[in-house]
Nanobody
Framework: QVQVEESGGGLVQPGGSLRLSCAASGNIFSINVMGWYRQAPGKQRELVATITLSGTLNYADFVKGRFTISRDNAKNTVYLQMNSLKPEDTAVYYC??????????????WGQGTQVTVSS
């Protein structure tokens, strides 16, 4: 069974920084795409950033230049460094694994989410 666990959320002032981590475990052979999505109250879940197994990056326009995604393939872990945070970045941030090869086959997985609140 695949487990996806996020950490690193919290309360931060505008202009501050946070680093989110997401560790995947459970008989995983490889993960094609790892990414972060977010969902603010009353809004749909939206893509923040993704990174492929080979290192190809994709960012939403609203985080370009402020957020950096990275991954450690040996640890099946993905990170999101968030700088220059704004109140509109407040949301629950979710980790996503897309096309993950495991003992039971190919699948997509989500974490439970971690709250990020940007407020003074």
């Amino acid at each position: 069974q695949v487990q996806v666990e996020e950490s690193g959320g919290g309360l931060v002032q505008p202009g501050g920084s946070l680093r989110l981590s997401c560790a995947a475990s459970g008989n995983i052979f490889s993960i094609n795409v790892m990414g972060w999505y977010r969902q603010a109250p009353g809004k749909q879940r939206e893509l923040v950033a993704t990174i492929t197994l080979s290192g190809t990056l994709n960012y939403a326009d609203f985080v370009k230049g402020r957020f950096t995604i990275s991954r450690d393939n040996a640890k099946n872990t993905v990170y999101l460094q968030m700088n220059s945070l704004k109140p509109e970045d407040t949301a629950v941030y979710y980790c996503n694994l897309r096309n993950a090869w495991t003992r039971i086959g190919l699948g997509d997985y989500w974490g439970q989410g971690t709250q990020v609140t940007v407020s003074s």
